[in-house]
């Protein structure tokens, strides 16, 4: 929006180099789906974070990457400010969503990253028609998310049910699991990536609903550079992007316990001998 209205960063930066610009968005502003519109049910499937029991279609999600985010970009841009009052320079902060539900995911669901199995599959139940994880011809889930009026539209005219629109009261209102069911069979009548197209073109909230396992392979997933692989196996990236932190190192943990203990203390100024005392009394 800011970019659109002319007041984004890059418009900014030059005016204004201690400018520190936080963006939140669904995807990010990189990445094949950074475009495309989204609820946290999309954000979500994408993420991975939606894949536990597939086979029942009973889960609720909490808005893990409306909130996620918001977390992840105030200390980004706490961080940020601290930086700028020491370097004078400001930077952009790219939040996506996603990514940030994937960061809240993984720690919980690493181990099953690349596995075969199918167990423990479950997808979401559907509190609201249009809203929440539905199947395909393939098997394959996708998420909607049209709630808002003109996604509703959208998505009646691309599963050719705009008789929907005309009916009063609405459906969504009146016959919720009747409506439901009519949107599972529609659904069903195609693949996912023909019906993501569609959406994509109808600019309705829709996504891929990733099981665990498949995020590495999702092309959103892939344009973030947010996985990497060290000896300790899958890890992931701070998941928000900075302009100013491009060639810092990120692929490294976090410290073990102790492990600057001694570095902290002698700049504190305790000399050796106190710290070594210190350390065979078991002080430290």
């Not at 609720?60 to 601290?82: G, R």
């Not at 050796?272 to 430290?284: F, K, M, P, R, W």
Request: aromatic share 8%.
């Amino acid at each position: 929006m800011m970019e659109r209205l002319g007041m984004g960063y890059d418009a900014l930066k030059s005016d204004f180099p201690q400018l520190v610009f936080c963006s939140i968005s669904g995807f990010g502003q990189t990445g094949p789906y950074r475009d495309w519109p989204g609820h946290d049910a999309n954000y979500m499937g994408v993420a991975g974070a939606l894949d536990n029991g597939l086979k029942t279609g009973e889960t609720n999600p909490l808005p893990v990457a409306d909130e996620s985010s918001a977390l992840f970009a105030a200390l980004s841009i706490v961080s940020a400010v601290y930086r700028c009052q020491k370097t004078g320079k400001g930077g952009r902060i790219d939040v996506s969503m996603t990514d940030s539900a994937a960061a809240i995911a993984l720690p919980m669901r690493a181990a099953q990253v690349g596995a075969n199995d199918e167990k423990g599959q479950t997808a979401q139940a559907h509190t609201m028609p249009g809203y929440g994880a539905y199947q395909c011809e393939d098997d394959k889930w996708l998420t909607l998310g049209a709630i808002e009026p003109q996604f509703w539209k959208s998505l009646c005219e691309v599963i050719g049910h705009e008789d929907w629109l005309t009916q009063n009261p609405d459906p969504r209102e009146s016959n919720p699991e009747r409506t439901h069911a009519d949107i599972k069979k529609a659904l069903r009548t195609k693949r996912r990536d023909d019906w993501i197209h569609q959406f994509e073109q109808a600019d309705v909230p829709a996504a891929p609903l990733n099981q665990t396992r498949d995020i590495l392979d999702d092309p959103q997933m892939q344009a973030r550079h947010r996985f990497f692989r060290d000896p300790n196996g899958l890890q992931m990236r701070y998941p928000v992007l900075m302009s100013f932190n491009e060639n810092t190192p990120s692929n490294t943990q976090a410290p073990v316990q102790g492990q600057h203990t001694l570095e902290v203390l002698r700049r504190a100024g305790i000399d050796d001998e106190t710290l070594q005392n210190a350390l065979q009394s078991g002080v430290i």
